[in-house]
């Protein structure tokens, strides 16, 4: 009882920081002839309620592709579409073909966001509070207080209601995808996160794995009896998934040669503006993107990727456990962040998602890799004036991180899961017994430099001659970081299974 | 590290919960704000650039001064604030100024305001007996009572979004209260002297603080039965709350009657002309007499009783604020809401002096003053509740009658100041209080369950 009351009250909490991050301003608000995101959103609603779905994904008269062409799955363009039909209701100049270009109110910014919140309530929510109450070996208490940094956490709250997009629905299907899979109900489990693929496609970050944990736990069960019976149906789902959701598209071969090719434009280079992965940081020191012809820089963005998730998705493949599972999506999307193509800085939050549900298991690193990933952003929050409820949303989650877990009281090996990993070192150095202190020292100097950075892009000007040198620098200390950290989750994972199996020799 | 951890690991949930409450007035800062952001500003600038003779004179803009002296002396010490954030705004010709740097220093001046309203709040949880609750921190009535109070949302509504600095005055009568439970009652008396002088619509509460002190602290001891034992006078004692109350009113009205502007002060104080009801009608009694007034002179008319002509024009409903005459009921004068709330507060104020309970009882006396001049008073503001409310946190978390009471009074209270919200943001932010309404009804409804099994109505 004490527990509904607690969850409902976090709850709000969450909704009230939303709603209020909302009355902010937007992306491109009032920015012609391009704007935004917001721009953008109201656009594909305008695209799907007034043109046929054969003219979605084409350029035309009616459809022009520059401006703010549909890129991501279908499932965005029914999305799209439900919400055209609520705004006709309301005020058909909202969505009328042409003339609601650049079209701005406050009626219409209303009602976008709380398009936004509903999304939020009835996919993310839901299944964060979920996740929280199926914890297992928690006090209520501490399952609230999870719950509680979870819905705090700035990044998403920032993106969707500031800036404005919908990952919510995105990352919401995929933790309906994870907490199936996690609590065997796996035709469910990808079902959900067939759908958060096909709602968009940067989800592919999480799909490996997803294929790894279920392929592990076919075989697991035999691949000669119930893992191959589990193996056809999982099969079934996905297709049937996907053909559900591209049904109208599969109609032609061109239909669906068009839509991937809006969804994967491999013509558009290794990343555009600043983001903080690999190739964007490297190409400060050396211009790749001017030196290597496209194919070779595609191969090379491939290589890196694989190579860097490799191991990790064999373990999770070898031996499949939820925790494996929670872990492995981290370092698999992390890798994906910092090697892939293409890669936008609002894809942190892909990463995000997993990093806050081993918030439990790992306080102080999950608390730290959060308040970096919001301060990655911070170059495209700054554009859209969301300073203040950037501020006030990462102090907030701080504060909440460390009066719910006592972050700063659990740092020793053991609670950093570093223990195996320090003991196998300490076969060949004896003295390397200084790990928790030097990750202490380097969160310090982590924040440290964030705090600063942060208050010099707001009260200093660029020089002249590098404009750009807050955002790279923003960019490159984020880079930095994320490196630090793939390199801690590949060790967790790969020293964790270690400690396992000699357990069970022990045993 | 350890002192990090000492700091923030050490169950410190008071600071975390004042904390966290003002990063969401911060959030709050861009919403909504009424004409009383106007009317602050332009005090700020009648401060600033008038010498203290034209204070209660200056009519350039239509939010004339109407708070007592004190208050004009915290605007002007704010204004030398503002001058760094923004000199326009202390001109006092720049009527609906309200540029970016204007709205953040008086936003952010409410906030930093209300860390008296956080500390009077940390006094007060000193004051509540916590012995018997349970281990779990939310059953703990002190960790209950900040939430109440610090999270209260009729003040967040009122002071973050609507504009008001009702924060640090609620914080000095909450201080009062406090120093009155500690027995340190000339500290009450003179933080309430002082309160007086800030905003006078706490004349409300002063019958209250009078007799209690009068009967409590100035007759030093009673009889067995409780009754008034008269040879313990004390003459000391009264005199020097007379002299404190002396004291603070010189200081506050001094100038002006040297200047020979006190009836100019008063009427700016104290304008009757404002008529009976406020242009949104508080929820008391006169709102209901004027619904009936208005439902019988319709059926009057319907069926022919009234004559048309001889029906006043001015209507009560127009959202304006003036004089008005009723048409079938007689019309109701100040002199008659003064008889009406007295009245109202004879039987509290006979218990307190008869039967006095100590500062529970005041407290009691003080909350039902305040309901019953909320009740029957001339030009109530529906803001005028939250008078009644925060005290009333400190009692629901001492008896669970007291809470289910509270719980009701704190929901119709917060309901009741929605039509404050203006806009259609807003009325969505509208419905999100309204939840955390639904909110404090459960902490309200669990508290209350809480305190039947946990605590025994506490003999006061």
């Known amino acids: 009882m004490e527990k509904c009351y607690l969850m409902t009250a976090v709850v709000l909490l969450g909704l009230t920081v939303r709603w209020t991050v909302s009355l902010n301003s937007y992306s491109g608000a009032g920015k012609p002839p391009m704007f935004g995101d917001y721009e953008a959103q109201r656009h594909w609603q305008e695209i799907t309620i007034n043109l046929p779905i054969k003219q979605w994904y084409f350029n035309g008269s009616d459809n022009n592709l520059q401006y703010w062409g549909l890129d991501y799955p279908p499932l965005t363009a029914y999305h799209s579409l439900l919400c055209a039909y609520v705004a006709k209701f309301i005020n058909p100049d909202w969505i009328a073909l042409h003339t609601s270009r650049g079209y701005e109110s406050q009626a219409h910014k209303l009602f976008m966001r709380a398009t936004v919140l509903i999304a939020d309530l009835l996919i993310y929510i839901p299944a964060v509070v979920l996740y929280c109450c199926c914890l297992k070996e928690i006090s209520t208490k501490k399952k609230i207080a999870n719950a509680l940094c979870i819905l705090l956490y700035p990044g998403l709250i920032l993106i969707d209601y500031g800036h404005f997009q919908y990952n919510s629905v995105s990352l919401g299907f995929a933790l309906w995808g994870v907490l199936g899979v996690s609590y065997d109900w796996d035709l469910l489990g990808s079902l959900a996160f067939c759908l958060a693929?096909?709602?968009?496609?940067?989800?592919?970050?999480?799909?490996?794995?997803?294929?790894?944990?279920?392929?592990?736990?076919?075989?697991?069960?035999?691949?000669?009896?119930?893992?191959?019976?589990?193996?056809?149906?999982?099969?079934?789902?996905?297709?049937?998934?996907?053909?559900?959701?591209?049904?109208?598209?599969?109609?032609?071969?061109?239909?669906?040669?068009?839509?991937?090719?809006?969804?994967?434009?491999?013509?558009?280079?290794?990343?555009?503006?600043?983001?903080?992965?690999?190739?964007?940081?490297?190409?400060?020191?050396?211009?790749?993107?001017?030196?290597?012809?496209?194919?070779?820089?595609?191969m090379i963005s491939f290589c890196f990727t694989f190579l860097s998730l490799l191991p990790a998705c064999i373990k999770l493949t070898l031996h499949p456990s939820p925790r494996g599972f929670r872990f492995t999506l981290v370092s698999c999307a992390l890798s994906f962040f910092l090697f892939s193509f293409q890669v936008h800085e609002k894809s942190i939050l892909l990463v995000s998602l997993p990093v806050c549900l081993v918030l439990r298991e790992i306080p102080f690193m999950s608390t730290w890799f959060l308040l970096v990933s919001t301060f990655s952003m911070l170059p495209l929050l700054l554009k859209d004036e969301l300073l203040m409820p950037s501020v006030v949303t990462v102090i907030a989650f701080f504060i909440a991180c460390a009066t719910s877990f006592s972050i700063f009281e659990k740092t020793s090996e053991e609670e950093l899961q570093l223990k195996s990993f320090s003991i196998s070192v300490r076969k060949y150095f004896p003295c390397f017994t200084f790990l928790p202190r030097i990750i202490q020292h380097l969160f310090l100097i982590s924040v440290i430099t964030m705090v600063l950075l942060t208050l010099m892009t707001v009260t200093l000007d660029p020089p002249q001659k590098l404009p750009d040198l807050f955002s790279v620098l923003v960019c490159f200390v984020s880079c930095l970081n994320f490196l630090f950290f793939l390199v801690y989750f590949n060790i967790i994972i790969m020293w964790d299974s270690k400690n396992g199996r000699n357990q069970k020799k022990i045993n | 590290m350890a002192a990090l951890g000492v700091a923030t690991g050490g169950g410190n949930w008071f600071s975390a919960l004042a904390l966290g409450v003002t990063l969401l007035k911060c959030l709050l800062i861009p919403t909504y704000h009424s004409t009383d952001f106007e009317v602050h500003r332009n005090w700020l600038a009648i401060t600033h650039s008038l010498p203290i003779s034209q204070w209660y004179y200056e009519a350039t803009s239509e939010w004339t001064l109407d708070y007592p002296p004190f208050f004009a002396w915290f605007e002007y010490a704010l204004s030398h604030v503002a001058k760094y954030f923004d000199q326009e705004m202390l001109n006092v010709r720049n009527l609906n100024y309200c540029s970016s740097r204007t709205l953040l220093f008086q936003r952010f001046s409410v906030i930093f305001t209300d860390t008296l309203f956080v500390y009077a709040v940390h006094e007060c949880c000193k004051c509540i007996d916590g012995k018997k609750a349970g281990r779990e921190l939310t059953e703990k009535p002190k960790f209950i009572l900040s939430v109440l109070l610090l999270w209260n949302f009729g003040l967040l509504i009122v002071d973050h979004i609507h504009f008001q600095y009702n924060g640090f005055l609620s914080g000095l009568m909450l201080l009062s209260i406090a120093r009155l439970f500690q027995k340190r009652h000339m500290e009450g008396a003179f933080l309430f002297a002082v309160l007086l002088h800030f905003k006078h619509i706490y004349l409300y509460v002063a019958p209250a603080y009078g007799v209690y002190l009068l009967r409590s602290y100035c007759f030093t001891a009673n009889k067995p039965d409780g009754s008034i034992r008269w040879n313990s006078f004390s003459f000391l004692r009264l005199i020097s709350l007379g002299l404190i109350v002396f004291l603070v009113s010189a200081l506050s009205l001094g100038p002006f009657l040297a200047l020979n502007q006190l009836p100019q002060v008063f009427s700016r104080l104290f304008p009757f002309k404002r008529g009976l009801c406020h242009a949104y009608w508080a929820p008391n009694f006169w709102a209901l007499y004027s619904a009936l007034d208005k439902v019988l002179s319709v059926i009057g008319l319907e069926l022919k009783f009234l004559d048309p002509s001889k029906i006043p024009k001015a209507s009560m409903t127009s959202g304006l604020v003036q004089q008005f005459q009723h048409t079938v009921l007689p019309s109701v004068t100040p002199l008659a809401t003064l008889i009406c709330t007295l009245i109202a507060i004879l039987p509290s104020i006979f218990c307190l002096w008869f039967k006095p309970q100590g500062p529970r009882g005041f407290l009691r006396c003080l909350i039902l003053c305040a309901l019953s001049s909320f009740m029957f008073g001339w030009h109530v503001h529906e803001k005028a509740i939250l008078l009644a409310v925060l005290p009333m946190s400190l009692l629901s978390v001492g008896k669970a009658g007291d809470a289910s009471i509270f719980l009701i009074l704190t929901t119709t209270g917060h309901y009741s100041l929605f039509p404050l919200l203006f806009t259609a943001p807003e009325k969505k932010n509208l419905f999100l209080i309204g939840w955390k309404l639904s909110t404090s009804l459960a902490w309200g409804l669990w508290k209350s369950s809480v305190n039947l099994y946990s605590l025994s109505p506490l003999g006061s």
């Open chain 1, 197 to 298: 693929i096909n709602y968009k496609q940067m989800e592919l970050y999480h799909s490996l794995p997803f294929f790894c944990f279920l392929l592990g736990k076919c075989f697991k069960k035999g691949l000669k009896g119930k893992g191959f019976v589990l193996l056809i149906k999982l099969a079934c789902t996905v297709v049937a998934s996907f053909i559900l959701c591209w049904l109208p598209f599969f109609t032609e071969r061109e239909q669906t040669l068009q839509v991937l090719r809006r969804l994967f434009p491999v013509d558009r280079g290794l990343f555009e503006d600043k983001v903080a992965n690999i190739w964007c940081t490297f190409s400060v020191f050396l211009k790749i993107r001017d030196i290597l012809p496209h194919h070779i820089q595609l």
